[in-house]
C-alpha cells in the first residue's frame, strides 16, 4: 500500500489536489527514556487512546490492520473505519499512517510519527482532509473544527505523560 503521508519520511512532500494538507511537531521531552516510552505508545495506538477515542483491538500496529475506532464528541460514539497503510520502526524513527475507509466522517489519510533529533523525541502528526461521503459531507464545515480540536489532543496526548 502507498501512504499520501510517508511516515518514513523526514520531509513530506506529498499535497495531492483536492486535500487540505496539515502537519505539526511538538517536542515531547528529551532522552532515552522519553523515546523508549513514546515509540512504545505511538506503535500501540496511544495517540488516539490518550485523545479519547476507543481502539479495538488494543495491539500493536500492523500494515493492512482495520481496527475498531470510535470517537466520544459530546458523549456520542462515532465509528470512524480506518486502514492502517504504512508502518514505520526504525532505531530514530517510528510511526503509521491510515487511510479513512467508507463510512469515516471524513476521506484521507493521518500520520502519527515519533523521531529523535539528537537527545530530543518529537511527535509529527500528518493528514490531508477532503470532505466524506453521504450525510457527512454536509456536516464537513463541522467536522474541521472537530478535527482541530483532535489534532490538538494529538499533540498533547505524548506530551503530558512525558513531563509527568
Known amino acids: 500500500m502507498v501512504s499520501l503521508t510517508q511516515p518514513a519520511s523526514a520531509e513530506w512532500r506529498e499535497h495531492p489536489e483536492g486535500f487540505r494538507r496539515w502537519e505539526k511537531s511538538t517536542r515531547l521531552g528529551d532522552g532515552p527514556e522519553i523515546w523508549t516510552w513514546a515509540r512504545t505508545e505511538v506503535l500501540r495506538w496511544g495517540v488516539k487512546t490518550r485523545s479519547g477515542f476507543t481502539v479495538s483491538p488494543e495491539q500493536a500496529v500492523r500494515s493492512g490492520d482495520r481496527p475498531a475506532i470510535v470517537a466520544h464528541p459530546f458523549g456520542l ?33 493521518e500520520a502519527f510519527i515519533v523521531h529523535r533529533e539528537g537527545d530530543a523525541v518529537i511527535l509529527t502528526v500528518r493528514s490531508l482532509t477532503r470532505p466524506g461521503r453521504g450525510h457527512w459531507r454536509a456536516l464537513y464545515p463541522v467536522l474541521l473544527v472537530a478535527q482541530s480540536v483532535a489534532r490538538r489532543r494529538y499533540l498533547r496526548a505524548l506530551r503530558l505523560r512525558a513531563t509527568r
Do not use: I, M
Request: no cysteine; proline share 6%.
Open 77 to 109: 460514539s462515532v465509528r470512524e473505519p480506518v486502514e492502517v497503510v504504512a508502518v514505520v520502526d526504525e532505531d530514530d524513527r517510528v510511526g503509521f499512517a491510515y487511510r479513512t475507509l467508507a463510512g469515516h466522517p471524513v476521506s484521507g489519510e
